[in-house]
Nanobody, 120 residues
């Protein structure tokens, strides 16, 4: 599976962005899809995944209520809608496909990342 993330950019605090992840090579229907991020000087961290533990999305506490993960299996696309963005959301965002959960080792396939910068 090849993953291509896009949709990042510069936005003011309080604004919104929608990240997209295009999958190719095979369907991602059977995978849990996740989003991770890496801020400057920090380790990559889990943001959200879908279809987790009975089919419900799972979010990092700091993004709950602000971010929404979704997918379109027909188009092999995964999305992350980010609302009420904060400067601390600034990071490179990666999409990934795998078994799901917070642990990066559970994901076999990774996109190249898209930069999100939130100005205060």
């Amino acid at each position: 599976v090849q993953l291509q993330a896009s949709g990042g950019g510069l936005v003011q605090a309080g604004g919104s962005l929608r990240l997209s992840c295009a999958a190719s090579g095979r369907t991602v229907r059977t995978y849990v899809m996740g989003w991770f991020r890496q801020a400057p000087g920090k380790e990559r961290e889990f943001v959200a995944c879908d279809n987790w533990n009975g089919g419900t999305p799972y979010y990092q506490d700091s993004v709950k209520g602000r971010f929404t993960i979704s997918r379109d299996n027909a188009r092999n696309m995964i999305y992350l809608l980010m609302n009420s963005l904060k400067p601390e959301d600034t990071a490179v965002y990666y999409c990934a496909a795998g078994r799901g959960g917070r642990a990066q080792y559970e994901y076999n396939y990774w996109g190249q990342g898209t930069q999100v910068t939130v100005s205060s």
